[in-house]
């Protein structure tokens, strides 16, 4: 039997609710059920007396989460390297320089790396120069409750939202690699045209409750760019759940006519995968590693281009036949992806680690 044991911190986190928060719960909960598996969960590194292998599921490039010195052989995952990628959108202190100094040298000391995408693994061992073999690719998965409902499950979602028939989705975070400003100037150009104006944008996250005079940090810049254009244009055409849970998210995702990803850089892009396997036609940016997650399944635009965005938005939204032929290519690329075979992949990441 192997004995694993992996940080829990990111569950009791402000990631809690984000996509490592998400990761993490589900690779424990998936693991737990290997009977070759023995599973520790901790929160300082000090609690774990023995073990075979230690997890850290999360990496912070400018917080210092990775002990420098490790008594037991230890496997880390990097979910992207944005900050890196994108150095002026992300500006570093001094303290930050220091902690990034010390994530290296412990990064050095893992017998391996878990990454979600080709796409990061090129851009870890290009910015943290990292040796290749000791990085391995292990795709994310979204649990069962994702899939196709019936539409009766739906009425009451729709009354809810006062959801029009019509409408496209966006779900996630605000952070400057979202490109959401692009988003909203391309679903303008949409609804400007005659036949599109009772279409809605629907934008899912707690961050688009924000009031715009509550939003000073540099971070948060493209959110108030966002917010300051729909309210200038867009009014009474953007609908803001906020945070929703996910059984509600899953009827939002089934209801869409369409899903958009307009993400300058993704990791991996869980939402997406979420809506291929609601059946939900997706729009994405080509950036990053969503071709990789998406394959020949979503239709696809350069994340700069607002011109080709509004015109594939068009196209999508309205032909009936492509929709519904997105949506059967979609189901079957989700179930590429599942956490079984998340688990498969990081046991064995973790064997390999033993046998360095």
Known sequence: MIKV?????????????????????????????????????????????????????????????????????????IHDVIP??????????????????????????????????EASKKDIKKYLKIEDEKIFIVYLAVDESFKKI????????????????????????????????FLVKGFKNLVNIKGYDDIKLVLISDVFLKKLDNIDHPELNSLKDTLKFIETNLEGK????????????VAFYNLA??????????????PILQALACGTPTVSSSAGSLPEVGG??????????????????KETINDESLRSRL?????????????????AETKNVYLKALRK
Request: hydrophobic letters at 35%.
């Open 5 to 77: 044991a992996i940080s829990k911190y990111p569950l009791i986190s402000a990631h809690k609710k984000r996509g490592i928060g998400y990761y993490t719960q589900n690779l424990i909960d998936q693991l737990k059920k290997d009977k070759s598996i023995s599973i520790q969960e901790f929160v300082n590194q000090s609690e774990v007396k023995d073990t075979d292998v230690i997890h850290y599921p999360w990496f912070d490039l400018y917080s210092h989460t990775l002990p420098i010195k490790n008594k037991f052989p230890t496997v880390v995952t």
């Open 84 to 117: 890196l990628i994108f150095r002026k959108n992300y500006p570093v202190g001094i303290k930050g320089k220091f902690n990034f100094f010390l994530q290296k040298i412990s990064l050095n000391n893992c017998r391996a790396i878990i990454t979600d995408s």
């Open 150 to 181: 019936n539409e009766s499950q739906l009425i009451r979602l729709r009354r809810k939202y006062h959801l029009p028939q019509r409408f496209i989705l966006y779900s996630g975070d605000a952070n400057w690699t979202k490109n959401l400003p």
């Open 238 to 249: 953007v609908i803001t759940p906020g945070f929703v849970e996910k059984d509600e998210l």
């Open 257 to 270: 006519t369409v899903y958009v990803q307009p993400s300058l850089y993704e990791g991996f892009g869980l």
């Open 296 to 313: 020949k399944t979503a239709l696809y635009f350069d994340p700069n281009n607002l011109e080709q965005f509004s015109s594939l938005l």
């Open 327 to 343: 949506t059967i290519l979609g189901l079957e690329q989700a179930k590429k992806f599942s956490w079984e075979k998340v688990a």
